[in-house]
């Protein structure tokens, strides 16, 4: 019995060795080569970045005051244009009117007082140099009028300065532009401490807008100045605007998140982009969807990067077939009839996908990227192979998977 079944076994092996000796040499006779190919032309070959920023006027001035009041009138709202100087807003100036003529009265008494000092000093001195008076005396007189001049000087200083708290009560533009916020109403209380309140924010030009976009520190290391960009707002989802990059902010803008297990720290830096708005579509605080092309050019010869990849090897060629090759650390091959030659090329940039040209091979030349080779019609398994070496092909002696070529 046990003889018997290594008998069996054996005559299965020789059953399976054969079927594989046939497969062997009957395939290949079988087996049919597609090659894929493109055509070298022109185009563009471009990387990018992409972050997320808000629409913000280039210049931007917060108008505040001073002084604690009440908001007496305002002449402006939202959305009014203004000129530099024009009146925006007063308080009320009873109580800075009371504390000016309070100072101005302790300024004329000062005044007085110094004067008369003054003229008792200048005799003083005359006597005390013809000995007419003693020391003690002219000393006294000296003293009488440094001190009222120094009361003098002071009472100067605060009359001064209560002139200008009266004029801070007219509350004027600094700039030309446009009024994008105003934070009191009229009759309301500002109370001027250790920060200005803000009344008003002041656009300057919505023509001229800019975008501040935070891009994260793994992609700042590729942002320039004059990079071209572009972006979106989902107030005009159809539209995408044009802009350049015109200053990278070297303080890091950083935010954190956290999840309900973890927590961690995201750095990125302020790039901020021209943003023309002649048509006045984009408004401040619109929040932007950016892109920076770090890699930007246009209208130049290229080829896929898989086509660099492509050599004729077995068993991408037949025995008929004939291969032309050459010296050059890059090349691309063309096909014709049976004859695959290979052409040195001089490549520039490339974004991963395709690959400028920058000599070797003229426009229009149709090269080959790819080959695939299938079986012929009627056999039950099909095989990809390409010229590019993968971990991931498939045996031909593996079984097809449910579904796939079924017999009709």
Not at 326 to 350: L, M
């Given at each position: 019995?046990?003889?018997?079944?290594?008998?069996?076994?054996?005559?299965?092996?020789?059953?399976?060795?054969?079927?594989?000796?046939?497969?062997?040499?009957?395939?290949?006779?079988?087996?049919?080569?597609?090659?894929?190919?493109?055509?070298?032309?022109?185009?563009?070959?471009?990387?990018?970045?992409?972050?997320?920023?808000?629409?913000?006027?280039?210049?931007?001035?917060?108008?505040?005051?001073?002084?604690?009041?009440?908001?007496?009138?305002?002449?402006?709202?939202?959305?009014?244009?203004?000129?530099?100087?024009?009146?925006?807003?007063?308080?009320?100036?009873?109580?800075?009117?009371?504390?000016?003529?309070?100072?101005?009265?302790?300024?004329?008494?000062?005044?007085?007082?110094?004067?008369?000092?003054?003229?008792?000093?200048?005799?003083?001195?005359?006597?005390?140099?013809?000995?007419?008076?003693?020391?003690?005396?002219?000393?006294?007189?000296?003293?009488?009028?440094?001190?009222?001049?120094?009361?003098?000087?002071?009472?100067?200083?605060?009359?001064?300065?209560?002139?200008?708290?009266?004029?801070?009560?007219?509350?004027?533009?600094?700039?030309?532009?446009?009024?994008?916020?105003?934070?009191?109403?009229?009759?309301?209380?500002?109370?001027?401490?250790?920060?200005?309140?803000?009344?008003?924010?002041?656009?300057?030009?919505?023509?001229?807008?800019?975008?501040?976009?935070?891009?994260?520190?793994?992609?700042?290391?590729?942002?320039?100045?004059?990079?071209?960009?572009?972006?979106?707002?989902?107030?005009?989802?159809?539209?995408?605007?044009?802009?350049?990059?015109?200053?990278?902010?070297?303080?890091?803008?950083?935010?954190?998140?956290?999840?309900?297990?973890?927590?961690?720290?995201?750095?990125?830096?302020?790039?901020?982009?021209?943003?023309?708005?002649?048509?006045?579509?984009?408004?401040?605080?619109?929040?932007?969807?950016?892109t920076i092309y770090t890699l930007d050019k246009k209208d130049v010869l290229s080829v896929p990067n898989k086509a660099l990849r492509f050599?004729?090897?077995?068993?991408?060629?037949?025995?008929?077939?004939?291969?032309?090759?050459?010296?050059?650390?890059?090349?691309?091959?063309?096909?014709?009839?049976?004859?695959?030659?290979?052409?040195?090329?001089?490549?520039?940039?490339?974004?991963?996908?395709?690959?400028?040209?920058?000599?070797?091979?003229?426009?229009?030349?149709?090269?080959?990227?790819?080959?695939?080779?299938?079986?012929?019609?009627?056999?039950?398994?099909?095989?990809?192979?390409?010229?590019?070496?993968?971990?991931?092909?498939?045996?031909?002696f593996m079984p097809t998977p449910p579904g796939r070529n079924k017999k009709k």
């Amino acid at each position: 019995m046990k003889k018997k079944k290594i008998i069996l076994i054996a005559v299965a092996v020789v059953v399976v060795a054969g079927v594989g000796v046939w497969f062997l040499k009957e395939s290949p006779a079988k087996h049919k080569v597609t090659y894929a190919t493109a055509t070298v032309s022109k185009g563009e070959i471009s990387n990018s970045v992409t972050a997320t920023g808000t629409i913000e006027p280039v210049t931007e001035v917060e108008v505040g005051t001073q002084v604690s009041g009440i908001i007496d009138k305002i002449y402006v709202d939202y959305n009014s244009t203004v000129t530099q100087g024009e009146l925006l807003a007063e308080m009320d100036r009873v109580t800075l009117q009371s504390e000016l003529a309070s100072q101005k009265a302790t300024y004329d008494g000062t005044k007085a007082e110094y004067e008369y000092q003054k003229k008792n000093y200048e005799r003083s001195k005359a006597l005390h140099d013809k000995s007419l008076i003693s020391d003690t005396e002219y000393e006294q007189t000296l003293y009488n009028y440094q001190k009222a001049q120094s009361a003098f000087d002071s009472s100067k200083a605060s009359l001064a300065k209560a002139q200008r708290n009266l004029s801070y009560a007219t509350i004027t533009s600094p700039i030309n532009g446009v009024v994008i916020s105003r934070a009191v109403e009229a009759g309301q209380t500002v109370a001027s401490g250790f920060e200005t309140p803000t009344l008003f924010t002041i656009a300057a030009d919505l023509t001229q807008m800019q975008v501040v976009a935070d891009v994260d520190e793994a992609d700042i290391g590729d942002i320039i100045e004059g990079q071209r960009a572009t972006f979106t707002v989902d107030a005009y989802p159809n539209d995408t605007f044009e802009g350049k990059v015109t200053q990278i902010r070297l303080g890091d803008a950083s935010s954190s998140s956290s999840s309900s297990s973890s927590s961690s720290t995201v750095v990125t830096y302020e790039v901020v982009i021209s943003a023309p708005n002649p048509d006045l579509k984009l408004k401040p605080r619109l929040t932007a969807n950016v892109t920076i092309y770090t890699l930007d050019k246009k209208d130049v010869l290229s080829v896929p990067n898989k086509a660099l990849r492509f050599t004729p090897e077995v068993p991408l060629i037949g025995k008929n077939d004939i291969v032309k090759d050459c010296e050059g650390e890059h090349k691309v091959w063309t096909r014709e009839g049976t004859t695959f030659t290979a052409h040195p090329v001089v490549v520039g940039i490339s974004n991963g996908v395709s690959t400028e040209i920058i000599s070797g091979v003229a426009e229009g030349t149709s090269i080959i990227t790819e080959a695939t080779i299938g079986v012929m019609p009627g056999e039950n398994s099909q095989v990809a192979v390409s010229s590019e070496k993968s971990s991931g092909e498939k045996s031909p002696f593996m079984p097809t998977p449910p579904g796939r070529n079924k017999k009709k």
